[in-house]
């Protein structure tokens, strides 16, 4: 059984007339008349000022209709009103160039996003966006291993943000034991329903990585997880200790072409090639293969990535 919770902000905000006119906003914004929702959105903060969802949604109207500077202010009274992150509210305030970038968005934000988007997840990754991380790796990974000469078969791999189970089923056939970890246990709730899984965790990978035994993986994949991780130093050297000498550790990111790393209009995470480099050569890493690659489509354009396979 698995077991986590999760904090809510509610949608609500207690007063019926204040509700109302944020439905009614949310009609405007459906219909792109941003400047009328974002009238509305105020009109429902002036009954109740202390509703974080409100400021978020007049936020995203404001950005919409052009007014920057407003949706900055919006979206910083939203995090200030949303301590936990639940929102994502910090991420577009530094997607807007309104505050520092956090080092990784709020675990809040991430869980509660995956868990409202669990059962859609496959369906929507797979059809619409043309997801395809997962079988990305699995070929890295065997090229990776044919050019040092080994066998396909690795004893323990450790699934990072593992989501639905969707790398753990590409890798099943050449992996004797998977273990997962995610914060979602909605996700999990289907990973485990795929039987790839030995174990699912949830929780945050790096404490996952810290708990596993050390040197005991000889294969890690962390598939579009490091788009909601700015300061990937912490993951590295976690997987570093958890990992077998020679074992490999395979991820994609998106792709950043200057600095080290940054949050997109997306709220993703993107890293540089030379960051990824330095990361590895830091942790203890070989690098065996860095490029140009896609996982997904956004808006019907491929979304620039990266995939490395690195070598402990």
Same mark, same amino acid.
């Given at each position: 059984?698995?077991?986590?919770?999760?904090?809510?902000?509610?949608?609500?905000?207690?007063?019926?007339?204040?509700?109302?006119?944020?439905?009614?906003?949310?009609?405007? /914004?459906?219909?792109?008349?941003?400047?009328?929702?974002?009238?509305?959105?105020?009109?429902?903060?002036?009954?109740?000022?202390?509703?974080?969802?409100?400021?978020?949604?007049?936020?995203?109207?404001?950005?919409?209709?052009?007014?920057?500077?407003?949706?900055?202010?919006?979206?910083?009274?939203?995090?200030?009103?949303?301590?936990?992150?639940?929102?994502?509210?910090?991420?577009?305030?530094?997607?807007?160039?309104?505050? /520092?970038?956090?080092?990784?968005a709020p675990q809040a934000y991430v869980r509660g996003l995956f868990d409202q988007y669990a059962n859609r997840f496959d369906a929507h990754l797979t059809g619409a966006?043309?997801?395809? /991380?997962?079988?990305?790796?699995?070929?890295?990974?065997?090229?990776?291993?044919?050019?040092?000469?080994?066998?396909?078969?690795? #004893?323990?791999?450790?699934?990072?943000?593992?989501?639905?189970?969707?790398?753990?089923?590409?890798?099943?056939?050449?992996?004797?034991?998977?273990?997962?970890?995610?914060? #979602?246990? /909605?996700?999990?709730?289907?990973?485990?329903?795929?039987?790839?899984?030995e174990r699912l965790v949830v929780g945050d990978l790096v404490d996952f990585l810290i708990a596993a035994k050390p040197g005991a993986a000889d294969l890690v994949i962390a598939a579009d997880v490091f788009v909601y991780m700015g300061d990937l130093g912490p993951a590295f050297e976690a997987c570093a200790r958890a990992m077998a000498r020679d074992g490999l550790f395979a991820f994609t990111t998106q792709f950043l072409s200057v600095g080290d790393w940054s949050i997109g209009a997306d709220l993703r995470y993107a890293h540089s090639a030379d960051y990824l480099r330095r990361m590895a050569e830091s942790y203890g890493f070989e690098v065996r293969t860095l490029e140009a690659i896609s996982t997904r489509r956004d808006a019907g354009v491929d979304t620039p990535g990266l995939a490395a396979v690195l070598m402990k």
């Open positions: 059984m698995i077991h986590a919770h999760s904090p809510v902000v509610s949608q609500s905000s207690g007063n019926l007339i204040a509700d109302r006119r944020y439905a009614w906003a949310e009609g405007s /914004a459906a219909e792109g008349d941003h400047a009328a929702a974002a009238d509305l959105f105020t009109q429902a903060l002036e009954i109740v000022p202390h509703w974080a969802p409100a400021w978020l949604a007049l936020g995203e109207a404001l950005q919409k209709s052009g007014d920057v500077d407003g949706a900055r202010a919006a979206f910083a009274q939203a995090a200030a009103l949303d301590p936990a992150g639940v929102l994502g509210a910090e991420l577009r305030l530094a997607a807007l160039g309104g505050a /520092a970038s956090p080092s990784l966006l043309h997801y395809r /991380a997962p079988e990305i790796l699995r070929e890295l990974v065997a090229r990776a291993n044919a050019a040092r000469g080994r066998r396909e078969h690795f #004893s323990l791999m450790l699934d990072l943000g593992c989501g639905t189970g969707l790398a753990g089923k590409s890798f099943a056939a050449c992996v004797h034991r998977i273990e997962g970890v995610d914060l #979602s246990t /909605a996700m999990l709730a289907l990973a485990e329903k795929t039987g790839c899984y």
